[in-house]
Nanobody, 125 residues
Framework: QVSLVESGGGLVQPGGSLGLSCAVSGSIYRINSMGWYRQAPGNERELVAGITSGGSTKYTDSVKGRFTISRDNVENTVYLQMNSLKPEDTAVYYC???????????????????WGQGTQVTVSS
């Protein structure tokens, strides 16, 4: 059983910073991409930032220059450092990992998708 455990959400004032972390536990053969998504009330879930196993990153336009995603491949942990936070960043943030559950899945190139439980980030004065 693979689980993703997030931590680090909370309440912060506009212009402030928060750091999120997400640790992957359980038996998984290889993690490929990892990322952070968010969903605000009434909105669809959107990709905030993603990172490949090789360290290539991508960001949604609204967070470029303010958020930084990183990962520790040894600890199977992904991080999101959020600076200069704005009220529109308020949402539930979800961690995502995509990878091969087993060697069998790796050989047939069958990826599985895993999600964390979500952590609330509120930016408000």
């Amino acid at each position: 059983q693979v689980s993703l455990v997030e931590s680090g959400g909370g309440l912060v004032q506009p212009g402030g910073s928060l750091g999120l972390s997400c640790a992957v536990s359980g038996s998984i053969y290889r993690i490929n991409s990892m990322g952070w998504y968010r969903q605000a009330p009434g909105n669809e879930r959107e990709l905030v930032a993603g990172i490949t196993s090789g360290g290539s990153t991508k960001y949604t336009d609204s967070v470029k220059g303010r958020f930084t995603i990183s990962r520790d491949n040894v600890e199977n942990t992904v991080y999101l450092q959020m600076n200069s936070l704005k009220p529109e960043d308020t949402a539930v943030y979800y961690c995502n990992a995509v990878g091969f559950r087993s060697l069998f899945d790796f050989r047939r190139k069958y990826e599985s998708d895993y999600w964390g439980q979500g952590t609330q980030v509120t930016v408000s004065s």
